[in-house]
């Protein structure tokens, strides 16, 4: 079992570009959530998937948009790339609809760097 | 808003020497997880506390869940260097695992 995967490790955009990070949950998972982790802070939420469909948004602007596809895989899509949007992202996976308590997966995460 | 604060945010110890870290949360919330993270790594599950009372022990690590006083603790026994990392405790109260408020974080740094 693969666990949960994200592409590419490292990418290096500027301001004002565009950025799609993708992720692929572990077997079995149906539910995928993104997190950001700016340097020295905790990772912040910033939307979930289930069913194809958006079910919970954080605190992040409409830059920041996302899909699921039939194999529960999801992208994460940034628009125009501000400095601050430099960070880890992190895609976790879980089962069930998201309604199994014990059991989340993160990935190794995504290190996005906006000059 | 939901808030969740630990303390200390740094914290440097001796081998052998046994200390607590504290996340308070600011909501009502009987499910509580905390994560290890290592530098430029991603977050590993350590413990899942879900019910007022709970605690969990693995090693030299062990958790409890106080949901009336809002407050989860970590406890390090007699540290080693391997422990040196960033410990994330994160509440949960939307009802579903995967949408977790994180707190700020306590890096660990265990000195020979």
């Known amino acids: 079992d693969a666990g949960v995967t994200q592409s590419p490790t490292h990418l290096i955009k500027t301001r004002g570009q565009q950025v799609t990070l993708r992720c692929s949950p572990k077997s079995g998972h149906d539910t995928v959530s993104w997190y950001q982790q700016a340097l020295g802070q905790g990772p912040q939420f910033i939307f979930q998937y289930y069913e194809e469909e958006e079910r919970q948004r954080g605190n992040f602007p409409d830059r920041f948009s996302g899909h699921q596809f039939p194999n529960y895989s999801s992208e994460l899509n940034v628009n125009a790339l501000l400095l601050g949007d430099s960070a880890l992202y992190l895609c976790?996976?879980?089962?069930?609809?998201?309604?199994?308590?014990?059991?989340?997966?993160f990935g190794p995460g995504t290190r996005l760097t906006v000059l | 808003e939901l808030k969740v604060e630990q303390n200390p945010l740094f914290l440097s110890m001796q081998e052998g020497k046994n200390y607590t870290i504290y996340c308070n949360y600011s909501?009502?919330?009987?499910?509580l997880y905390w994560y290890r993270q290592d530098p430029g790594k991603s977050l590993e599950s350590l413990f899942v506390?879900?019910?007022?009372?709970a605690v969990k022990q693995e090693g030299r690590l062990m958790a409890s869940l106080d949901t009336k006083a809002r407050l989860s603790t970590l406890h390090i026994t007699a540290a080693v260097h391997d422990l040196s990392a960033t410990y994330f405790c994160a509440v949960d109260t939307t009802g579903t695992a995967s949408k977790l408020t994180f707190g700020t974080g306590t890096r660990l740094q265990v000195t020979l």
């Open positions: 506390l879900l019910s007022n009372g």
């Open positions: 909501t009502t919330s009987d499910r």
């Open positions: 976790a996976s879980s089962p069930l609809g998201g309604t199994s308590y014990n059991e989340q997966f």
